[in-house]
């Protein structure tokens, strides 16, 4: 199977809370700052990278880690460096060689010597994406290229989670057995590669998007944007090597509010709740947020779409200590062009941020990062100065 580059990047870019079927209005705050601190495309032939997809990680030291999906010294993207002063560094160019990855997608992750490890949506030997690693020192390396002979899954479009032992997990949306409905994977520290589950369709979830979200025993969990019981996505877990789907989302009959088409990924609470967001569904057919509970009752916190709100959201969320959650939305808001929004324990939203106005940043496409302080982080794909996407932060 051929699946072009440029096609992937439109696939890409497309604690008790109160049930909400909606909200009418949102609640625009007024005392929250958003301020650009790195504006892509700066340099000549962009080779500090354009188009950021991608939710920032912080180092002990405070330094920002994330990816471009374009730009850079080869054109393949990049992985960058943003200090706490502000100074920005380009760890790493992709496309050095014909074997190399292209198109850095999803979140890193970075092991306690410091090495970085993502995923790229193309590229690698076989031209069907890779697992590469990047030392402190800058040096990258092809931990695993996809595509070998199809079954070990193929085009991954989320970033990667990691176990307190060095293993690192992650998706693609393509490949594996039969069908091709994708699949979930292990590296472990030695780069040994093995498979947890081929997804196979049907009852089954189909395009696993999202990166995997892994709880203090051990469990992942993931969602699908296709498959489970009415074809339009699924939540699943992963548990010792076994999987099971505990929803499946559908926006007919009873369940018409329910969301559909889940591109995010999940975040678990202390107490085994999952949350998360849909592209669609829900009451204004925009998306929604929702949470899942140990039990399997899902409800939806919130349906994206009221007047000035957000709308197709295809970020996942971040919680705080009070349980509150982040996230953004890749349309919608004042200006059309996105927002950073809150939604409290009692199911309030709070549009913290509006993009699209001046030369701010636009769509942004990933989830947010918070610092102790209340601090969120994240980049727009597009928008700034140059039209390159940008590092933003969003100050209480």
Request: charged share 10%; hydrophobic share 35%; net charge negative.
């Amino acid at each position: 199977m051929i699946f072009d580059a440029q096609i992937l990047r439109r696939v890409l870019t497309r604690c008790a809370l109160m049930s909400l079927a909606c909200l009418t209005m949102a609640n625009i705050a007024s005392a929250q700052t958003e301020s650009l601190l790195y504006d892509f495309c700066s340099l000549s032939s962009c080779t500090d990278g354009q188009y950021p997809e991608v939710q920032l990680i912080e180092d002990p030291q405070g330094n920002f880690y994330g990816t471009t999906y374009e730009g850079g010294a080869h054109n393949g993207g990049t992985v960058f460096q943003l200090s706490p002063s502000g100074a920005f560094t380009v760890l790493y160019s992709f496309g050095a060689s014909t074997t190399d990855g292209t198109g850095p997608v999803g979140t890193l992750v970075r092991d306690a010597k410091g090495n970085l490890y993502g995923v790229t949506a193309s590229g690698g030997a076989y031209r069907s994406g890779a697992v590469f690693k990047i030392t402190s020192g800058g040096v990258e390396s092809i931990v695993h290229s996809f595509g070998a002979n199809g079954s070990d899954g193929l085009y991954p479009t989320s970033g990667l989670v990691m176990d307190g032992h060095g293993n690192i997990y992650g998706t693609t949306a393509y490949g594996g057995k039969g069908f091709g409905a994708g699949t979930a994977y292990k590296v472990s520290p030695q780069g040994t590669y093995a498979i947890l589950h081929y997804f196979v369709g049907g009852g089954d979830g189909l395009r696993p998007m999202a990166p995997l979200a892994l709880d203090q025993q051990g469990n992942l969990y993931g969602t699908t944007e296709l498959g489970g019981a009415f074809g339009e996505g699924s939540i699943f877990r992963i548990t010792g090597g076994t999987e099971s789907v505990l929803h499946s989302f559908s926006a007919t009959g009873a369940a018409k509010a329910d969301g559909v088409f889940p591109e995010g990924g999940l975040v678990v609470d202390a107490q085994g709740n999952l949350y998360g967001t849909t592209y669609d569904g829900g009451a204004f057919h925009t998306g929604v947020v929702f949470k899942l509970s140990p039990e399997g009752t899902e409800t939806v916190l919130h349906s994206f779409g009221g007047n000035g709100d957000g709308i197709h959201t295809q970020a996942g969320l971040i919680i705080d200590g009070n349980c509150n959650l982040y996230g953004t939305s890749f349309q919608g808001g004042a200006f059309g062009a996105g927002i950073v929004y809150k939604l409290d324990s009692a199911g309030n939203e709070t549009i913290l941020h509006s993009f699209g106005s001046g030369t701010d940043g636009t769509y942004p496409h990933a989830g947010l990062l918070m610092d102790s302080a209340g601090n969120l982080y994240g980049t727009t794909e597009q928008g700034g100065t140059n039209n390159g996407g940008t590092v933003f932060e969003v100050t209480p």
